[in-house]
DNA sequence: ACAATCGGGACTGCCCGTTAGT
DNA sequence: ACTAACGGGCAGTCCCGATTGT
């Protein structure tokens, strides 16, 4: 079933109108318009719009999984990696998680079961930290920068410049590994 | 006139109707039933939705202005008191900045001049900062940081435990000021 | 597939409203209540209320062309035929095109579309006059002539007497064809 | 009373009102603010949107009264002027009243008292046209063609270009006058 | 599996008029 | 006389999901 990968389009449409324009352009319509689906076909794969944001978190949780890190790279790597990937454009998983996250909170009702998807997704992300570097000060220090980055990405403040986040990053990494050791 | 300060209960009561349930909550209706005021005497104070939050984040950069900071009191001071307003509950001019970001995004067309206002006070934040805390990189750090904690905030995410978020900025004033001076 | 009709069946409930109630009575409710039809499925036809408009002129439009005139059917033929139909209680084209007019110029913003496609009804009328009866005076006579019937139609004015008005098509019947004779 | 004008302020501008931007442009606010008085002074001289209406059509039609004519000029005065009064812009009465008959038709209820006033003065224009052409179906084709100006006015159609509009005129004319006389 | 059609409900904006103040 | 604050109510839009049909 699923004959020409429609849920897939489906998931990617969505992401697309997330990050191009925001929670408010995501409806059924604009969603099947994007995906060249019907609505009905939508409804036929999503039940409801909560269940289409579920099947994205899901995804993305996959995908970070995947992505984020080789374990057992070391603390210099998953410092820069995290930091990387937070302050980068809205194709990344983490702010697309914010995205999502807010359009949650956007809408009314309970939606207990992507908020702890999100959770849970956040909690990866730490504890790989902590596992890697070992000091929990310096890890939490970082976990904190890195939400820093994506707050500045979702509600679109000017970020620090790159120069400074580049000297903030040197830093980071430097009381990670002092004498440049890999961690 | 103004028979009984109608236009800050309103306020008020966006403010409470979006730190407790969120943007989605906040409809005409609601916030005026709030206020205990009829639907249409909130719009004689506000005629949109969007003047409505235009009041409330001029009101919260009115307040921050005045709370943030004695000028000049020093780097450990402002360090611990941007952190310590990032991570108390959005009754604080910050996070509620951040959470009325997070409504605009949810709706749609353009809101320059709210964003504008917003980022104003990030900004101002950002010199304040910058200003009394000599080094760069650490006040890059410390406002990272507490946007960090600002994210967990505004997307109901759990933060560092507090033992962990005391010893990061520990850390940090450590770095202001390493003898314990004043800075 | 259109279940009952139901395309046709809005579109009759609104030109009923329209010549029954006025311009002031045309409301979603109100249209969908009497054509048997749910808000929410009228929207689904007409996205909004110009859209609906526009599709009434459509309509009238397409039944003019139909009805209005045997080509090539002589002077006498046409002065007779557009004077009747302007003169005629508001269920004929013309004078719910007018009351369509009226209709616009009383809601705000632009609608060049349907203004233009009643200009072309219009227009079409004309250049069926002009075609059909040599002089132009002539010819440009009867239409503002059946204009002013149309007139006090629309703002329901007492009209001339109906013996006055038999007087006065006659009188321009007699010079199309002085002798009796073109029909 | 009325310390400036205000009464005629007010007239004036809900007049500039209709003209320029339509029935639909016409709020208490509206015309308050581009006669420079406050909504509650508006409501002061005109207890209500009827009234309004009402003041601007008595205006209209004691203005009328004294442009119209100097009675005893004749056919040809009476033919030309009122043709001419019939085509020319907005500006004029009986355009304006036209105006005002559709923005009643567009709003709910009764207005009988207007529409009276309105048909008032028509039939002292068809009075007067009768009185001054001896010939009743003259009289009768002048005020329809007269109408049918009016009303491409009024909904802003494309009116018949004035050569022919000049041809129109001078065979109503000639028959008023066949050589010439002054009727 | 997929698509068209339909329905109920809700949000935003705002009009019009009254009542209280100056 | 004149102004400003305020109230109730509704129009217009559209979202989301269920119900049909193919």
Chains 1, 2, 3, 4 share one sequence.
Do not use: M, N, W
């Not at 689906?37 to 899901?58: P, T, W």
């Not at 920068?145 to 000297?167: I, K, N, Q, R, S």
């Amino acid at each position: 079933v699923d004959a020409g990968g429609k849920r897939e389009r489906i998931l990617d449409a969505l992401q697309d109108l997330l990050v191009e324009q925001g929670p408010g352009a995501v409806t059924p319509d604009t969603v099947a318009a994007r995906a060249q689906v019907s609505e009905g076909g939508l409804l036929h794969y999503f039940r409801s719009k909560e269940a289409l944001l579920a099947g994205l978190v899901e995804r993305a949780a996959a995908r970070l999984e995947a992505d984020l890190a080789p374990p057992g790279a070391g603390a210099r790597a998953v410092i820069e990696t995290y930091l990387a990937s937070s302050s980068t454009p809205a194709e990344e998983e983490l702010p697309l998680c914010c995205t999502l996250v807010a359009t949650l909170r956007g809408s009314t009702g309970a939606h207990d079961e992507i908020a702890g998807s999100v959770a849970a997704v956040f909690g990866v992300v730490t504890e790989r930290l902590h596992a890697e570097i070992g000091d929990p000060v310096l890890a939490g220090t970082v976990r904190l920068v890195g939400d820093g980055l994506l707050l500045t990405e979702l509600v679109g403040l000017p970020g620090p410049d790159p120069a400074l986040l580049a000297g903030v990053t040197r830093s980071l990494l430097d009381r990670a590994a002092p004498h440049g050791g890999a961690g």
